[in-house]
């Protein structure tokens, strides 16, 4: 007796495994023996040509154009591995010419590719959201082009090799600017900084730094000056290397000048008062390098409004005798403050 089911059809029908051969023409599937290919689309002459799906066995695949056999034409090609993704033109199997890169990791790129890496003119965004318009080549910022940094400066110059390196201008979020030559990514060589501040240099760079940087601020001429308020006076000032020596290739510092007067403290039993500091706007005292410390404006009268030191002593003098020694005013005291170029700059201008 025959076995149950013994020459019997399943009830699902008859199985079809996959031909042992590849179809001939038409549509058709097909799975490579001994290998991890599956092929499903049109064929011509024994070969994929046509539209078609090649999958791989870790999950990989390519679905599109092939001519006589080869991946030719527009496609989308998927790796599983990395889980990058191509859109666009192949020749051979490989991306080649213009396409879509959709990165796992975020990001993406348009323009042109030479097999399977960046090559030619391309727009890039970045995982972090920045963007760079221009030439690449080895899959690199390589040559002319533009770029968006996720801080908002912006850099249209020179590249080689993903480094900002030849020439090019930075604009910084901030307003400030350079222009002139790079190398290995920071200022190098000959350039301008105009920053905003309203300081600028230019002049040599290296390795990021001015070379002929000012680092002190020297005021020429006496050391006291008599000032009439309401009158206009002039300072002369130099701006020196460490060495000593003028620092030509920089300008535009800003050198702040406090008015006030001398600070005296009056004995406790003293009935003289020339002025009295208003004490709702009352500074800091100022410190000067003469050896006694001022009052910086506004000040007061004891009984008139506001005045000026000269209009406070003219009325002082007209009832009681001046005090002599330490109380006598001293004449109106200059204060100048000032920052280094490197300190203005700031590490953002290096992104």
Not at 119 to 130: C, I, M, N, P, S
Not at 158 to 177: E, F, I, K
Not at 322 to 349: F, I, K, N, R, W
């Amino acid at each position: 007796m025959a076995a149950a089911g013994e020459g019997t059809q399943s009830s699902h029908g008859p199985r079809r495994d996959p031909p042992r051969r590849p179809p001939r023409d038409g549509y058709g599937v097909y799975v490579y023996p001994n290998s991890f290919f599956r092929y499903e689309g049109e064929w011509k002459g024994g070969k994929k040509h046509g539209h078609g799906k090649l999958l791989f066995k870790d999950g990989s695949y390519y679905e599109g154009a092939f001519v006589d056999g080869e991946i030719t034409g527009e496609g989308r090609r998927h790796w599983a591995w990395s889980g990058d993704t191509f859109s666009g033109q192949f020749v051979l199997g490989e991306p080649q010419g213009r396409g879509v890169i959709e990165y796992k990791a975020g990001g993406c790129y348009e323009g042109e590719v030479s097999h399977g890496m960046r090559e030619g003119l391309g727009f890039l965004v970045d995982r972090d959201g920045q963007v760079y318009q221009g030439s690449f080549h080895g899959n690199r910022r390589h040559g002319p082009g533009q770029m968006l940094f996720k801080n908002g400066d912006k850099y249209d110059g020179d590249w080689v090799r993903d480094q900002r390196q030849g020439h090019g201008v930075l604009r910084c979020a901030d307003g400030s600017t350079y222009e002139g030559q790079w190398h290995s990514d920071v200022f190098s060589g000959l350039g301008s900084m105009a920053h905003c501040s309203g300081l600028t240099y230019s002049g040599l760079w290296i390795n990021g730094h001015p070379v002929e940087q000012a680092t002190k601020m020297v005021i020429m001429g006496p050391e006291v000056m008599e000032v009439a308020q309401g009158c206009p006076f002039s300072v002369h000032i130099q701006l020196l290397q460490d060495q000593g020596e003028i620092a030509q290739s920089e300008s535009g510092r800003v050198l702040r000048i406090s008015a006030a007067v001398r600070y005296v403290q009056l004995p406790a039993y003293s009935e003289v008062s020339f002025f009295q500091v208003d004490r709702d706007n009352q500074e800091t005292l100022i410190q000067t390098p003469f050896g006694f410390e001022c009052i910086p404006y506004p000040v007061s009268s004891s009984e008139a409004g506001v005045l000026g030191p000269r209009a406070a002593r003219g009325g002082a003098e007209a009832d009681v005798p001046l005090p002599g020694g330490d109380q006598e005013l001293d004449s109106d005291a200059l204060h100048g403050q000032e920052d280094t170029l490197g300190d203005q700059l700031g590490s953002s201008l290096f992104q």
